[in-house]
Each structure stands twice: as C-alpha cells, then as structure tokens.
C-alpha cells in the first residue's frame, strides 16, 4: 500500500487548504484513513480519522474547523482545513490501518504511511 499526500503550501491565517491522500489500493488495509501532524519540536499528534463506511472522528483542537472525506472510486479520502490558525503549521500525514475501532481513534495501529506534505500558516 502507498499513500500520497499533496496539497500542502502557505497560506494565511484564517484561510483554507484541501489535502488529499491517494492510497495506490482499494483494499481491507485501507478502510481506515487517518490524517496526523507533527509540528516542529513536537510530537505527532492524531488530527482525524475516516473509515469507507463513513465513520469520522476528529481531534478536539480541530473539530469544526477540518472535515475529512473519502471518495472511494478515487481512492482518495481529503483533509478539507478551514479557518487554519499559525498553530496549525506541521508536517502532515496521512496513514492507514483495517479496523475502526478505539485504537484507530486514539491515533494508534497504522500500518501504512505518506511522505508528508508541509502546511504553513502565517500571521
């Protein structure tokens, strides 16, 4: 499995960026997608989490501002990021695991990475 974000740029604060996660199959090892960030000096930290049926879960520090979807005929679950704060600047990833369970939203048990892409928020 291959996950590939893009999308990532500078923006300002308070405006928007869309990443995308193409994952290269349609398969049991990817029914859950879930998007991370580590900003510098810090430690990862889980954002949101998406499964093929439709489940959702988001971190506290970006519920109502981010959305996560998933076009499945594309393979393709996306970060829509809104109302973006100079604290949102990180590396993000997306990653893959089977099971939607508390683990999964607990940000732990993914198998598969992405290479990151950079989100810059500047004030």
């Known amino acids: 499995v291959q996950l590939v974000e893009s999308g990532g740029g500078l923006v300002q604060a308070g405006g928007s960026l869309r990443l995308p996660c193409a994952a290269s199959?349609?398969?049991?090892?990817?029914?859950?997608i879930g998007w991370f960030r580590q900003a510098p000096g810090k430690e990862r930290e889980f954002v949101a989490a998406n499964s093929r049926r439709g489940s959702t879960y988001y971190a506290d520090s970006v519920k109502g501002r981010f959305t996560i979807s998933r076009d499945n005929a594309k393979n393709t679950v996306y970060l829509q990021m809104n109302s973006l704060k100079s604290e949102d600047t990180a590396i993000y990833y997306c990653a893959a695991r089977p099971l939607w369970d508390r683990v999964a939203v607990a940000g732990g048990g993914y198998d598969y990475w992405g290479q990151g892409t950079q989100v810059t928020v500047s004030s």
């Open positions: 199959e349609r398969s049991d090892s990817t029914n859950v």
